[in-house]
């Protein structure tokens, strides 16, 4: 069979499509039974630059006394600490539509197959000789980046600010089993 779903996520620019095939296969020959079974799977997601959770926490009050272009923040203030040396605190509130704005990539895909294949031989009533073997492989990318206008770099010289991280990861696997069974 094949399948497909493509799944818009709840924030803008994020959701995943998914692609899949399987293929079954039996064939007997008088006492010998011959199955396969294949199966591939592509998957690719793609996140939103900016979590929800950033949104939740932001205060819907804030001011909006901008002029048609998005503050980098939405509050300054100062802070007094009654623990500790009682020094003020600069604090500053990310806009996350500033940093939603920003240049971003956050995406993963995984494509993988798997191949169960297994003998069944009978040779008498009430006796099963079975052997199995399975084979498989994935294939996973990632890709990040982070716009160094980001506000999490505020703080940052200019050399180290954003962020590229591109990753692959490979995995191989195989198993097989022999079993006798009498009844």
């Given at each position: 069979?094949?399948?497909?779903?493509?799944?818009?996520?709840?924030?803008?620019?994020?959701?995943?499509?998914?692609?899949?095939?399987?293929?079954?296969l039996?064939?007997?020959?008088?006492?010998?039974?011959?199955s396969?079974?294949?199966?591939?799977?592509?998957?690719?997601?793609?996140?939103?630059p900016?979590?929800?959770s950033?949104y939740?926490?932001?205060?819907?009050?804030?001011?909006?006394?901008?002029?048609?272009?998005t503050?980098?923040?939405?509050?300054d203030f100062?802070?007094?600490?009654?623990f500790g040396n009682?020094?003020?605190?600069?604090?500053?509130?990310?806009?996350?539509?500033?940093?939603?704005?920003?240049?971003?990539?956050?995406?993963?895909?995984?494509?993988?197959?798997?191949?169960?294949?297994?003998?069944?031989?009978?040779?008498?009533?009430?006796?099963?000789?079975?052997?199995?073997?399975?084979?498989?492989?994935?294939?996973?990318?990632?890709?990040?980046?982070?716009?160094?206008?980001?506000?999490?770099?505020e703080?940052?010289?200019?050399?180290?600010?954003?962020?590229?991280?591109k990753?692959?990861t490979d995995?191989?696997?195989?198993?097989?089993?022999?079993?006798?069974?009498?009844?």
């Amino acid at each position: 069979g094949l399948n497909y779903a493509r799944t818009e996520g709840v924030m803008k620019t994020s959701g995943n499509d998914v692609l899949g095939f399987n293929l079954d296969l039996n064939y007997r020959l008088e006492k010998i039974l011959f199955s396969n079974k294949f199966t591939l799977n592509y998957t690719e997601a793609w996140n939103p630059p900016v979590s929800f959770s950033n949104y939740a926490n932001a205060n819907p009050m804030y001011p909006k006394d901008y002029d048609g272009e998005t503050p980098k923040y939405l509050e300054d203030f100062t802070a007094y600490s009654s623990f500790g040396n009682g020094l003020p605190t600069f604090i500053r509130e990310s806009n996350p539509l500033y940093n939603a704005s920003l240049n971003f990539i956050n995406e993963t895909s995984t494509i993988g197959f798997r191949n169960n294949f297994q003998v069944d031989y009978r040779p008498i009533p009430g006796m099963t000789i079975r052997g199995k073997f399975s084979i498989a492989k994935e294939r996973g990318k990632a890709e990040v980046f982070k716009s160094p206008f980001h506000t999490d770099y505020e703080d940052t010289p200019a050399y180290q600010r954003g962020s590229y991280i591109k990753s692959t990861t490979d995995r191989y696997t195989y198993s097989g089993a022999l079993t006798i069974s009498y009844n």
